[in-house]
């Protein structure tokens, strides 16, 4: 397992720009199964989560491929429906799988995902919706058996708005028979990028980005070719500028979604952050002093503040003036980076989901263990504004969701290098 040393200390300037989000490249290449045309989908992040859904789409017996940033599918050929235990286990999100696999075979299996580092992460949701779309479900030894004689449209109401859930049922509401309406669905930027990828492709679905949406199921407009572009990543680009923030840096980013990244900015602009949006895709940060104390951070469904982005906020947090407390509300199991942060001097608390964090004027590098990919993330950032050096060991989670983040950094003027 590689590793990630830092030298801190160093002042980050320059620019940076954000590449194609993580969490709607992969829902967006399941849905490439659902139809028989060339996919090509441009801005794609270069990140392990990416080459492993590849992987999931080839064993499946579509065609793919990747160069740079842009990745092309035919799925025309494809006549898996049954995904490998190992290669399910290994990237949570073949779960997005199921609902484009059932659309196109109506039939799918697959192994439970089962929990993860961040909290159990159960999929009763995804399947009671499938369920409603007159899906039979069994499960037989962590193996989940999937079978409809025919998709049909239905009222889904989400006892939550689950991200996952609402992408996987609007998957498979495309190929049902009739109207389906999704009540609480999710109103994640992503799950608004997935239903252009779908009317691109000739599906018909509305009102992605508010609470209820709509999918005229079983109509589509054929197309040849589509080409499509990923939105930018969010949470990396608040990822970066959270870096910014806690090394006194002058950090520009490009290619943002500016309305996709105001929850972040606010926060930011509370410690004391100068953050002038130069364009609608154009975001400059300075930061002047040691950030101020942040009174309370609740993480929530969006538009509320992202859970993704708890840990870089935690870390700087954690070098902040006075005290701040962070709620957790999405994740039962999401403070893990706190007992590492502890061991480069960090002060915190944590009682069930809430965490309260006194900021220390300086934190100490030491060796570290990332365990999730936005907790490894805080690491290396409290990495970059520690004394001295930090070896942050469990970075192949960190490679999951970031790319380029090392090379990024270094252009940036960090003292930062791979092992
Ligand atoms: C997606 C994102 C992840 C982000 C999360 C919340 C991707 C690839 N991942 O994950 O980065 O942190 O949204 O913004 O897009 N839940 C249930 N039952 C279900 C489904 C979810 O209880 O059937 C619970 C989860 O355990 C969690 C909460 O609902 O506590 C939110 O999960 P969800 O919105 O589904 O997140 P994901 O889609 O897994």
Partial sequence: MGKIITFGGNRLYGSVRIGGAKNSVLPILAACMLSENDITLKNCPNIADVTNMLEILDSL???????????????????????QGNLSRRLRSSIFMLGPVL??????????????????????????????????????SGRIECYTNGLIGAEVHLDYPSVGATENIMMAAVKATGKSTIHNAAREPEIEDLQNFLNANGFRVEGA???????????????????????????????????AAMTGGDVTLLNVNVSHIIPIISKLRETGCE?????????????????????????????????????????????????????????????KHAAELSKMGAYSMIKGRTAIIRGVPTLFGTDVC?????????????GLAAKGKTTISGTDHIDRGYELFVDNLRYLGADIMRL
């Fill in 370 to 382: 990332a365990t999730d990919l936005r907790g490894g993330a805080a690491l290396v950032l409290a």
């Fill in 209 to 243: 980005g508010s609470g209820v949406i709509k999918i005229e199921g079983g109509r589509v407009d054929k197309q040849d070719n589509v080409e499509f572009s990923i939105m930018p990543d969010r949470i990396a680009a608040g990822t970066y500028m959270c870096a």
């Fill in 61 to 83: 017996g579509c065609h793919t491929e990747h160069e740079g940033d842009t990745i092309k599918v035919n799925a025309a050929k494809a006549t898996g429906y049954a995904m």
């Fill in 275 to 335: 953050i002038s949006i130069i364009e609608n895709d154009t975001v400059r940060i300075i930061s002047a002093k040691r950030p101020d104390e942040i009174i309370l951070t609740e993480t929530a469904p969006h538009p509320g503040f992202p859970t993704d982005l708890q840990a870089p906020l935690f870390a700087l947090c954690c070098i902040a003036e006075g005290t701040s407390v962070i709620v957790e509300n999405v994740f039962e199991n999401r403070f």
């Fill in 103 to 140: 659309g196109r075979f109506g039939r799918a299996s697959f192994l439970h995902p089962g929990g993860c580092e961040i909290g159990l992460r159960p999929i009763d949701m995804h399947l009671k919706g499938l369920e409603q779309l007159n899906v039979k479900i069994k499960e037989q």
